[in-house]
């Protein structure tokens, strides 16, 4: 029982990034935003892995299952995610952004397909086509011909380069998690992509800026390390461990709910029918591609 409590609370910390990250997006930089998440998140990271396991396994490959896979897992769940996250939400209302990236397991999907041989069934397309046209109703507020006759908002953009910068980290980590566990793995690519994400967050401005941020910048931040990152992560990880990668997967499906309920309660955001119908249309569509 508790162990679904873990995991339940775990969708609950990830839907509220958006509105974490649409907080802190409104006081810094893209890539400040980022280092401060992941600066947060790699100390508390290092410590729980030493509590855990030990110590965190040192990497002596220069391959795949060493350093090269640990800076590609870094550069893409990392640097490029998260940079574009904050850059979508910089625009992007919090409850649109999570219908859209709420898609990441479509894009792994598809990606796997691709990449890795791995098929696709009747019902397993069925749900990425269900979630991809929820996602553009979100996107287009209910009109999808608006694609046709006006170009996408730079946010939306970065939230859809978000599904395939975590549907490379996705597919990159089935290769790395063969020698390192999974927690090791996301601590080692967090503390290679605060490294990657330091000198741009430097160029924004972030040294001189650091007195003058705002508390809500702090408190979200801080939001974003410890719940988001720390806890959301291992909670996640500690389930797929004992029920199984498919089974926890299911509990997914509540982010955007979460997300859209969170950013109308706390940012005062509107909830149009589209939207509600994109996320419905979404979750049963992520649901279907689980379970197919």
Do not use: Q
């Not at 930089?29 to 508390?44: C, D, E, I, N, Q």
């Amino acid at each position: 029982m508790l162990l679904y409590a873990k995991l339940m609370l775990a969708t609950v910390f990830w839907g509220g990034t958006f509105v974490a990250g649409r907080i802190a997006a409104a006081h810094a930089g893209p890539f400040s935003a980022a280092f401060l998440r992941f600066a947060m998140a790699t100390g508390l990271l290092f410590w729980y892995v030493r509590r855990r396991e030990g110590a965190l396994p040192r990497l002596t490959s220069p391959g795949m299952h060493g350093w090269a896979g640990v800076l590609l897992l870094g550069a893409t769940g990392v640097f490029a995610y998260n940079a574009l996250f904050f850059t979508g939400l910089a625009t992007v209302p919090a409850s649109r952004a999570a219908v859209i990236v709420t898609n990441n397991p479509i894009a792994i999907a598809v990606g796997a397909a691709l990449f890795l041989g791995e098929p696709l069934s009747r019902r397993k397309l069925a749900g990425i086509l269900l979630s991809v046209g929820g996602a553009v109703i979100a996107i287009t507020r209910g009109n999808p011909l608006t694609l046709f006759s006006s170009a996408l908002s730079w946010g939306d953009v970065a939230l859809l380069g978000c599904l395939a910068s975590w549907a490379a980290y996705s597919l990159l980590g089935k290769v790395v998690m063969r020698a390192l566990s999974p927690l090791a793995a996301v601590t080692w690519s967090c503390a290679v992509g605060t490294v990657m994400l330091l000198p741009f967050a430097l160029h924004e401005g972030l040294w001189t800026a650091l007195p003058e941020y705002p508390a809500a910048l702090w408190i979200a931040a801080a939001y974003l390390g410890v719940f988001g990152t720390v806890l959301g992560f291992t909670w996640f990880y500690e389930a797929v461990k004992e029920i199984g990668a498919g089974r926890a997967g299911v509990f997914i499906n509540f982010v955007p709910l979460t997300a859209i309920v969170c950013a109308w309660a706390m940012l005062g955001e509107a909830l149009p029918v589209s939207l509600l119908l994109g996320a419905a249309l979404v979750t049963c569509g992520v649901f279907i591609t689980n379970r197919a």
